[in-house]
Each structure stands twice: as structure tokens, then as C-alpha cells.
């Protein structure tokens, strides 16, 4: 099985700051990540797959980075909106898993 | 507009068995593989099974593997989850979700998810 590390746990940060996630996997997913933001009450929502690609309707401000084993997920400037939990995700193997979050908090 | 909706969840006690529900519409139903995910109270995403668009290919998490049983009815647009055997950390929101692309083993990612129905398991 495929263990996804993300650091750090919690992120405070203030609206306008940079955010940057880690995901590291245990063995290599080439690039077959994803990156899920996830806020209380709602369904997880994907906002980056294949590394790199935002999914449809993400905004600009979210950036995937990163293949084999190290991936970041990037938020260039901090809204709102975008405190939540987001959770990365591979899908090279079977079992599929995830890691186990990381909670963007406002400062 | 894609819709999924589960159903199926309540209080259960432990060694109790449950069958979840999700049914699907506004998208072309059997073109897609499916998948469910649970959330333990206050915890992170664990995938628990997926299922092929066809049903002929199904996969599950060691941590529910003999005990759950994916399934599901094209006729009727309705995928399934069967668990048997519950452990109260089968204490959950179960959601199902699919990815965008279709095919019998689109394995993608999930870009559609329901809104979840919960289990728990007590006595």
C-alpha cells in the first residue's frame, strides 16, 4: 500500500498569504496525484489531478507541483473561501489512497 | 447536473449488517466506475471499494475486505455497498463518487461525489 504523508498538519495563515502543501508518497505515483479541498459539512470537491492540471471551475490561484515520490499543491494568495482541509490522492495502485490531510486555518 | 444521492445509513450495532444506496442520475449511469469513501468522525478520506462501469471488475480496502460487498444495477441507475459484520470503526459517512471520463475501467479520479450518509455502529 501507497502511504501519502502531507505536512505540514495545520497551516495559519491570513487571506492574501501564500500557501504551499506537501504530499509525499512512499513509493513513486510517477504523476497520478490529486488534490482534494475539502470544508465542514461538504463533500470533498477535486482541485488538481495529474499533478499539475486544475480540474474545472478551480481558479488560477491554485497550482499543482511535482511527479515520483514529492508534490505540492500551492496557493498563490489566500481567499476566504479557501480555508478548509485538503487532502492529496493516488490512483497508480490499488489500494487508492490518501493522505491524511492538511487544515488551512485563518491566523 | 450530475446528481448522487445515498441513502441507507442509521445505527447499527456491532455484528449488524447494512446495504447503503447511491443513486444516480443526470449522467449516463453504467458508462462509469464507481467508487465509495468513508470519513470516520472528525477524521481523513479512506477509499473502501470500487467497482467497475459493467461491474465485472470490484476492489476493496483490506480494512473491509469478507465483509463488504460492492454491487451494482445499471437497470435501475442505483450503486450499492453490502456490509455485513460491522466494527464500531465502521463509524462513518459513506460517500460514493465517480470520476468525469467514462469507461468500464476509467479508474480516475473522483469528480463527483454524493453528499453522504452515515453509519454508525453502537450498541
Known amino acids: 500500500e501507497i502511504v501519502l504523508t502531507q505536512s505540514p498538519v495545520t497551516l495559519s495563515l491570513s487571506p492574501g498569504e501564500r500557501a504551499t502543501l506537501s504530499c509525499r508518497a512512499s513509493q513513486s505515483v510517477s504523476n497520478f496525484l490529486a488534490w482534494y479541498q475539502q470544508k465542514p459539512g461538504q463533500a470533498p470537491r477535486l482541485i488538481i489531478y495529474?499533478?499539475?492540471s486544475r480540474a474545472t471551475g478551480i481558479p488560477a490561484r491554485f497550482s499543482g507541483s511535482g511527479s515520483g515520490t514529492d508534490f505540492t499543491l500551492t496557493i498563490s494568495s489566500l481567499e476566504p473561501e479557501d480555508f478548509a482541509v485538503y487532502y492529496c490522492?493516488?490512483?497508480?495502485?490499488?489500494?487508492?489512497?490518501f493522505g491524511q490531510g492538511t487544515k488551512v486555518e485563518i491566523k | 447536473e450530475v446528481q448522487l444521492v445515498e441513502s441507507g445509513g442509521g445505527l447499527v450495532q456491532p455484528g449488524g449488517s447494512l446495504r447503503l444506496s447511491c443513486a444516480a442520475s443526470e449522467f449516463t449511469f453504467s458508462s462509469h466506475a464507481m467508487t465509495w469513501v468513508r470519513q470516520a468522525p472528525g477524521q481523513g478520506l479512506e477509499w473502501v471499494s470500487s467497482i467497475s462501469a459493467n461491474g465485472d471488475t470490484t476492489y476493496y480496502a483490506d480494512s473491509v475486505k469478507g465483509r463488504v460487498t460492492i454491487s451494482r444495477d445499471n437497470s435501475k441507475n442505483t450503486l450499492y455497498l453490502q456490509m455485513n459484520r460491522l466494527r464500531v470503526d465502521d463509524t462513518a459517512v459513506y460517500y460514493c463518487?465517480?470520476?468525469?471520463?467514462?469507461?468500464?475501467?476509467?479508474?480516475?479520479?473522483?469528480?463527483?461525489w454524493g453528499q453522504g450518509t452515515l453509519v454508525t455502529v453502537s450498541s
Open positions: 495529474n499533478a499539475s
Open positions: 490522492q493516488q490512483r497508480i495502485n490499488w489500494p487508492r489512497t
Open positions: 463518487a465517480m470520476p468525469g471520463g467514462t469507461g468500464n475501467y476509467h479508474w480516475d479520479y473522483f469528480d463527483y
